[in-house]
């Protein structure tokens, strides 16, 4: 989950903190749901978060040019026509051959060389890139396993200054719902699809089990920085909500119950950006119903 967990752990945590989950009369929790979602719309509207991204791409092997002219591998917005080259060694190092200079800092200081190394935020997210910036802009490089990527960020994006928000379903307190939480006696690995087309096998711990209805339904969750990570689609997937999937959170289990609140159901970054790679709903968690809560599909221009 490498892809997406910076880019929403965060979030993830922001909401869960400003949602009261044991509010006990309606009033009460429409103000705690009303609450998590103004939360939510201000951690995406942070900062260097993934609304301000603007340009994205995976390295290929050698020479990758990088300016916002049209014969560029990589075109990037505000950038001088031709900036340069970010060359892909075997060993998966990344360094950047500037054309450019005038203008450009690397870390913060001024550009004095015309070649030099980058460092990737590693594969566990955990080391601070090398920061190539430009104007407003600033490049940097993303590891994931074996692949390198460019990313592109630019504060004053209009995405991130003027973020339209999102629509929702009307918030009804049935689809609160307490869950059975059924830990696995043995291991289990959820296979997680990407919309690159990759896969890989993530371990899981138990499933949640709950009734709608009179008919009974199973998520099967991720652990994601201590909390309960679902991706999964229902019935209105591709057509009120993102198709892809939609993301929900919730604290871990207690006295064999988990908190299922599809009220705060949310569109994955890639519903909103599409230069931020997203998991697709497994098929385990693919539900034959219409979960009418939660946040609707993402349409900017229809703001």
């Keep these: 989950m490498a892809r997406i967990s910076k880019c929403c752990a965060v979030i993830a945590l922001t909401l869960l903190a400003s949602f009261d989950a044991s509010a006990t009369t309606p009033v009460d929790y429409i103000s705690s749901v009303n609450s ?3 939360a939510r719309v ?18 290929l092997p050698g020479d990758n040019t990088v300016g916002s002219a049209a014969d560029n591998r990589f075109r990037v917005p ?46 566990a997210g955990k080391q601070q ?19 390198r990527g460019l990313r592109v960020k630019d504060n004053d994006a209009p995405l991130r200054t003027h973020f339209p928000g999102f629509d929702y379903f009307p918030i009804d307190p049935s689809w609160r719902i307490e869950a059975d939480w059924v830990p696995f006696a043995q291991p289990h690995a959820l296979k997680m699809a990407y919309v690159t087309g990759t896969e890989s096998d993530t371990p899981i711990a138990g499933k949640a089990v709950f009734q709608r209805d009179g008919h009974t339904y199973e998520l099967l969750p991720i652990d994601e920085d201590g909390r309960l990570f679902f991706v999964f689609t229902d019935r209105t997937a591709g057509k009120l909500t993102y198709g892809g ?7 871990t289990p207690k006295d064999g119950k988990v908190l299922l609140d599809f009220n705060l159901a949310q569109n994955p970054p890639c519903a909103i950006t599409p230069h931020v790679v997203c998991p697709l709903a497994p098929p385990e968690n693919r539900l034959k ?15």
Excluded at 106 to 115: E, F, R
Excluded at 290 to 302: L, P, Q
């Design 78 to 123: 505000a950038a001088p026509a031709h900036l340069g080259v970010l060359n892909l060694d075997a060993h998966g190092l990344v360094s950047l051959r500037l054309i450019e200079t005038h203008g450009i800092r690397v870390d913060g200081q001024p550009a004095t060389a015309s070649t030099s190394e980058l460092r990737t935020q590693g594969d």
């Design 245 to 251: 999937a939609r993301f929900l959170y919730a604290v």
């Design 42 to 59: 201000d951690e995406l509207k942070r900062a260097d978060g993934y609304l301000a991204l603007t340009a994205s791409g995976w390295l």
């Design 36 to 38: 998590a979602r103004i």
């Design 129 to 147: 890139p090398t920061r190539v910036s430009f104007g407003s802009s600033y490049l940097y490089v993303v590891e994931n396993g074996t692949q």
């Design 289 to 303: 119903l219409s979960v009418t809560a939660g946040e609707k599909k993402f349409d900017e221009a229809g703001r």
